[in-house]
């Protein structure tokens, strides 16, 4: 079953837009974390932000922010005044158990900033 | 900073050669992991090592296997490569087991023909 859903395969925005990253999960595990990262065309991942299953309040890292619904279970990822760096493939990630050291990925979604 | 280095950013070998990735990382990371990235499926974890020498299976280890000789060395073996092994693959590294992000290194296309 798939345990990390990314439903937008690609979005197109508007240079100095926000946009919105989907990002559902599935666990029934009480401890887990939540990850974003982006990955350029150069292939590197990087990592973004994070969020604990049970941190009170959302994650956020400059231009980027955690839209953590626990009880809809979904972690969305802000970005704010968009760049055209920030063109780039981003990928949800979760991991249940705070002492497990797997990652489950989601599909990716790719964003493409227009000038 | 974190540094992770993969031996080649592209490769391509034969059906049937034996292949080796190697990943190496500089910051005394204890966990390191191998993915492979196919459009579409986002990173599937192939193998992953908490330690020298210690090895766990990922979601897809078959046709594979790993090496951890040293703790910054972690490597990806192919056996006999097959077609259907054509991909990116990603090695990761994290401290310990506590609450910390995966570093990656640049990836190395595998074309196998």
């Known amino acids: 079953a798939q345990k990390i859903t990314q439903t937008q395969p690609g979005m197109f925005v508007q240079e100095k837009e926000a946009v919105t990253l989907d990002c559902t999960y599935d666990t029934s595990d009480p401890s887990y974390g939540l990850f974003w990262y982006k990955q350029p065309s150069s292939g590197e991942m990087i990592f973004l932000i994070y969020?604990?299953?049970?941190?009170?309040q959302n994650a956020t890292e400059g231009r980027y922010s955690l839209n953590f619904q626990k009880a809809r279970k979904s972690a969305n990822l802000v970005i704010s005044a968009s760049q055209l760096g920030d063109s780039a493939m981003y990928f949800c990630a979760m991991r249940e158990n705070w002492g497990a050291q797997k990652l489950v990925f989601g599909q990716g979604t790719r964003l493409t900033i227009n000038p | 900073d974190v540094k992770v280095t993969q031996s080649s950013r592209y490769l391509v070998k034969r059906t049937g050669e034996k292949v080796f990735l190697e990943c190496v990382q500089d910051?005394?990371?204890?966990?390191m992991f191998w993915y492979r990235q196919d459009p579409g499926l986002g990173l599937r974890l192939i193998y992953f090592?908490?330690?020298?020498?210690?090895?766990e299976k990922g979601d897809i280890p078959e046709g594979y296997s790993v090496s951890r000789e040293k703790k910054e060395r972690f490597s990806l073996i192919l056996e006999s490569a097959s077609t259907n092994q054509t991909s990116m693959y990603l090695c990761?590294?994290?401290?310990?087991?506590?609450?910390?992000?995966?570093?990656f290194g640049p990836g190395t296309r595998l074309t196998v023909t």
């Open positions: 969020q604990g299953s049970y941190d009170q």
């Open positions: 910051m005394d990371h204890e966990n």
């Open positions: 990761a590294s994290k401290l310990g087991r506590g609450l910390y992000e995966q570093y």
């Open positions: 090592s908490y330690d020298v020498k210690m090895k």
